[in-house]
């Protein structure tokens, strides 16, 4: 780390030229391409899901599998029908401007594109996409791609949108019009969480100079990272609330890592060292827990892709991305901007002490060495409160509902939750569940047979009889669609796709050569939380076993990486219970602009469990490598957790309270994911830096002991020798006997 920071220092033009240079290459790259291309790409290897999705593109019924979206039609004045001459000609224009549109199924007929006439065809199937009173209709747009292009989507919504005028409203609303509901208004969340951060930084650290570091570091790798991830939308699939994701964790961390090594680098000049030894013992010291902290976000994040589920691949690699080039950011580009600032990192004044020789450099005082007697002193009384408050915010947790939530939750000014509204209004809310049955076999065009599935479907608790409906296909392939009767994001709804597959399919089809499979967006995300549930724990278990090796090799200690795995549990489970509340329950949800409640989707709880584990381990390495310091010169456990705490607790807080701004920044935004990322994130710093790195740590290590520290010699022998922060010159580091007073005050004059 030392060469790396005397390179940086000596080299600084080289190294900023450098970064300016990597940025603008690969935004120039990006550019190039036409832009990111990030899309939704469900793939389930081995689920019902994926085994319909094979049978329907063998079959040559990929339109079957292609993306679909809703054109929601209200008539203000007279009905429906009144707009047949105005809408048609609209549709029919759809099919020749190359936008990949298989089919439009409107109250005026159906048009296929495939055929060189584009005619519309009228049919009774057409009478069903108009709401009792005539006043509501629906146009179902199908595309022949699962993953039409963004640009298409668009340009179907901008061309069909200037049909609504004042007589006729029109919403679009389906999966397909998803990011036309999710588009960026007002402030940009990230913009918020940025200004937060430049002011809790310029309290923290009274000089712009230091305050902007931080800040130019982040976006530098924010600049770099979202091309790159742009690139990497063009090699795989990368979700489409990737981006987003990517920028909140660069945000976040970036500006935090930044924030450590700043900070140890200013009271290294406070003690009167050189600039340049200065910058090299900050990145020789926090680099290095930046650098071990950042490569743990990374493995966890990369560790989803041991889930087998595609759909997380790129989600999970952008993000690492992001943060892998925040921390290379903080360990070249910041020491560079570091020697050109040199003493201007200070404020005026104490540049001017530190210039003249006459600055005194007090260390054991203030608010976080008084806190640090009173948990010792308190350690049983706080440290059990501390714990009931995790284990009551953690309760919800033992609820949790994973699903798919659908666009009655998206904003009520969106297009999409317009839509929604009506079509509910209209027709009840189950017709924007999208179900079918797909038969396979020689019975599929068999009418008896059909007949028979479709009166035992129509019989069916909560499927709308009114609704199914056989569509033929081929010799060996059928169709039977139908809407549920609640919502697709209700429990009840997710009930009867189980229901189905257990109970009332398998005796139509025992003994014959069919199989009937139940198909659609609902049954899609039952499989996702069916895989992602099977392999969760696993998944959980390597993340843990993960932090519990890297703490034991880095602290030598058995309790140390015990205690950090039980309170990332405990802090992890308090987290997930309040996202239940909000995001599930419905608490506050409409004062946090969330819409109503919903299920949580099934790949958040491994996502933000990966990122919830590396940001923990930031604070936890940083608190425990100052007490594992002070434990090597002292041997006085007492001693250890009270200095250590002392010191690193206002760094701590400050850190997490920059965090917080971020993510709590990207509440603001409209899509519900981030805003569960967001607020689940922002809660888990609050607990981690608050609540457990404040209080619950450091009263279970002074009610433990010396016991903290133990390590078997047989152990210590095999055990590789890793050092996150090793020690700082003597008269730096804590110094004398076990009794040492932690609030007797060490000053040091500048050399």
């Excluded at 593109?57 to 929601?72: C, D, H, K």
């Excluded at 963004?150 to 409203?169: E, F, N, P, R």
């Excluded at 009767?485 to 005796?507: F, G, H, M, N, Y």
């Excluded at 076993?545 to 309170?567: C, D, I, K, Q």
């Amino acid at each position: 780390m030392q060469r790396i920071a005397r390179f940086a220092v000596k080299r600084r033009w080289l190294v900023v030229i450098g970064w300016i240079a990597f940025i603008v290459a690969a935004q120039a790259l990006l550019s190039g391409l036409g832009g990111s291309t990030y899309k939704d790409d469900f793939k389930l290897p081995g689920t019902e899901t994926d085994t319909v999705s094979k049978l329907l593109t063998g079959a040559g019924l990929n339109s079957q599998n292609g993306a679909s979206g809703t054109m929601v039609l209200h008539a203000l004045s007279g009905t429906v029908a009144d707009d047949d001459q105005t809408v048609t000609p609209a549709l029919q224009k759809l099919c020749a401007a190359g936008k990949g549109i298989a089919t439009v199924n409107s109250p005026y007929g159906v048009i296929d594109c495939a055929s060189k006439a584009a005619a519309t065809t009228r049919g009774p199937a057409t009478a069903s996409l108009i709401s009792s009173d005539k006043t509501i209709g629906i146009v179902e747009i199908n595309w022949s791609a699962a993953q039409p292009r963004t640009s298409d989507i668009t340009d179907v919504y901008d061309q069909l949108k200037t049909l609504d005028s004042s007589t006729l409203q029109v919403e679009f609303t389906g999966n397909a019009f998803q990011a036309i509901g999710q588009a960026p208004s007002g402030i940009p969340p990230e913009l918020i969480g940025f200004l937060a951060a430049l002011v809790i930084l310029f309290i923290v650290f009274r000089t712009f100079g230091a305050t902007v570091l931080p800040l130019a570091s982040a976006l530098a790798a924010m600049g770099s990272g979202l091309a790159l991830i742009g690139l990497l939308s063009h090699v795989m699939s990368v979700a489409s609330f990737a981006n987003q994701l990517a920028l909140l964790m660069i945000l976040g961390v970036g500006i935090d890592y930044a924030l450590f090594i700043v900070t140890r680098h200013r009271r290294n000049l406070l003690r009167g060292m050189g600039i340049e030894e200065s910058i090299m013992l900050a990145l020789n010291t926090s680099g290095r827990a930046v650098l071990f902290a950042g490569t743990t976000v990374c493995i966890a994040l990369l560790g989803l892709w041991a889930l087998g589920v595609s759909f997380l691949y790129g989600v999970s690699l952008g993000t690492a991305i992001g943060v892998a080039l925040t921390m290379f950011a903080s360990l070249t580009l910041l020491p560079a901007l570091l020697g050109f600032l040199g003493l201007k990192v200070l404020p005026r004044k104490q540049r001017r002490a530190v210039a003249d020789g006459t600055y005194v450099f007090t260390e054991s005082h203030g608010f976080w060495y008084r806190w640090s007697r009173l948990v010792e002193k308190r350690r049983i009384v706080l440290g059990v409160i501390a714990g009931a408050v995790l284990v009551v915010l953690a309760l919800p947790f033992f609820s949790m509902r994973l699903g798919s939530s659908d666009q009655g939750n998206d904003p009520k000014s969106s297009t999409t939750r317009k839509g929604y509204d009506l079509i509910a209004q209209g027709f009840g809310p189950g017709y924007n569940s999208s179900l079918q049955l797909v038969i396979d076999g020689p019975g599929a065009a068999d009418s008896a047979y059909l007949q028979r599935v479709t009166t035992a479907l129509k019989g069916v608790t909560d499927v709308a009889p009114s609704s199914v409906q056989a569509v033929p296909t081929g010799k060996n392939i059928g169709l039977i669609v139908f809407k549920s009767v609640t919502s697709p994001q209700d429990a009840k709804t997710t009930e009867l796709v189980k229901q189905l597959r257990a109970d009332i399919l398998p005796p139509l089809y025992a003994g014959t050569q069919n199989h009937v499979y139940v198909y659609g967006a609902t049954a899609i995300f039952v499989d996702f939380a069916k895989v992602l549930s099977a392999k969760m724990p696993l998944f959980f278990a390597a993340v843990i076993g993960l932090s519990f090796l890297l703490l034991l090799v880095a602290f030598r200690s058995l309790v140390v990486p015990l205690t950090a795995a039980v309170m990332n549990l405990l802090a992890a489970g308090a987290s997930f219970g309040i996202v239940v509340a909000i995001f599930q329950w419905g608490w506050l949800s409409e004062f946090l602009g969330i819409g109503g409640a919903g299920p949580i989707e099934p790949f958040i709880p491994v996502m933000f469990f990966a990122i919830l584990f590396g940001l923990s381990m930031d604070y936890q390495v940083f608190l425990v490598s100052r007490m594992h310091e002070e434990w090597l010169h002292t041997k006085d456990n007492r001693r250890s957790i009270t200095v250590g705490q002392g010191e690193t607790g206002g760094i701590i807080t400050a850190a997490a309270i920059i965090m917080i701004a971020v993510f709590g920044g990207f509440i603001l935004g409209d899509a519900r994911v981030i805003k569960l990322f967001g607020i689940g994130l922002a809660s888990a710093v609050f607990l981690d830096a608050f609540v457990v790195r404040t209080i619950l740590v450091p009263s279970l290590m002074h009610v433990i002991g010396r016991a903290n520290w133990y390590f078997p010699a047989w152990l210590e022998k095999i055990t590789p020798q890793v050092s996150i922060e090793p020690p700082e010159p003597a008269e730096e580091s804590a110094s004398g006997s076990g009794d040492a007073d932690p609030d007797e005050k060490r000053s040091l004059q500048p050399v």
